[in-house]
């Protein structure tokens, strides 16, 4: 009998063991370059629990963007989202809520009936809105990825890998910066972000906890240090306190390889006053929607096209030229630095509308 309860303990760690490696993986993504610095098992098939919650507040900012949404509009709470298993904000059906509100409880809190009612409100029901979310990726290049719920909560065919979570990241980052800070909020209604490392590491200032079981404890977070910003993903993490104190080991290994001094060499200017507004502690991290982006055109065929699409989209900028190669043919890629915010986006729907092989990466200060 005791050999065999011992041999069955020791069948149950393995498997343990195996399950949590099954559902590790984690990126670091250098935010002002695109240069993946850490990378493991990053194109493995996941499940993204909350994580799902940011293209859920992605597509959300688009209608707010687009103005078929409002902050201030009140959505009403449909009988399905007032029935969604916790974890959840606990609205009854019928009752309205503004825009706003149902933002912040998804960001800071991870409600999952507040993340329904926005899908239901865009898309009509759920399953629609998860198929607009679907389509999302798919523009985001996030190729394998699907979604088929809004919240995250548990659904076999719902999976993602590291790197498209850190493209998701990096599009909020881009194209929603002014929204970002809801990422960042360290409170709902009194109670904490669920995204610890907000409250414990200054660096850090903004994105998403998420878990299922089958999932494992994933996180994704951007930090900036010396107004350099990184996007770092882990997924499947075995604890919360474990997947956290793995990330604060990532985050700084990220700033390292990124040629960024430790937090106890940065400028004191910076930490000195505690007290300061959030704009201040955090330096350009909350100012950057007002110094200058870049884009990145990728995928040219040769240099003299590359030149001339980079003439034709910003003829007062002068294009940085570099290449690499796709299956072993050359191709040529081009920076366009010192745009405004508004010129680097529109310069980027030129190049999504052309409907060519090009690339266009748009680049935040």
Known sequence: MLRFLFIFAVSLMVSTAALAENRYASIIVDADTLEVVHARQIDSPRYPASLTKVMTLHLVFDALDAGTL?????????????????????????????????????AVRSHNDSAVVLAERLGGTEDRFAEMMTDKARALGMQRTVFKTANGLPHPDQKTTAR?????????????????????????????????????????????????????YNLMVSAVRDKRRQIAVVLGGASGKSRNTHMRDLVERGFDVMGVVPRSETPALILANTNAPTAVLRGASMRRETKPWS???????????????????????????????????????????????ADAKAACAKVLAAQTQTKCWLIAP
């Not at 003439?311 to 940085?320: H, I």
């Not at 570099?322 to 745009?339: M, N, R």
């Open 70 to 106: 409002t902050l201030s509009e009140k959505v009403k709470v449909s009988r399905n989202a007032a029935r969604t298993p916790p974890v959840r904000r606990g609205w009854k059906t019928g009752q309205t809520v503004t825009v706003r509100e149902l933002i912040q409880s998804v």
């Open 164 to 216: 498209d979570m850190a493209k998701l990241a990096n599009s909020i980052l881009t194209t929603h910066f002014d929204r970002y800070h809801y990422f960042g909020q360290k409170t709902y209604r009194g109670q904490k972000n669920t995204n610890a490392l907000l409250h414990s590491m200054p660096e850090v200032d903004g994105f998403k906890t998420g878990y299922t079981n089958a999932s494992g």
């Open 295 to 341: 884009i990145q055109l990728r995928n040219l065929p040769s240099e003299p096209y590359a030149l001339s699409a980079a003439s034709s989209l910003a003829p007062q900028v002068e294009p940085k030229l570099s290449s690499g190669f796709i299956k072993g043919a050359p191709v040529f890629h081009v920076k366009l630095a010192g745009l405004s915010v």
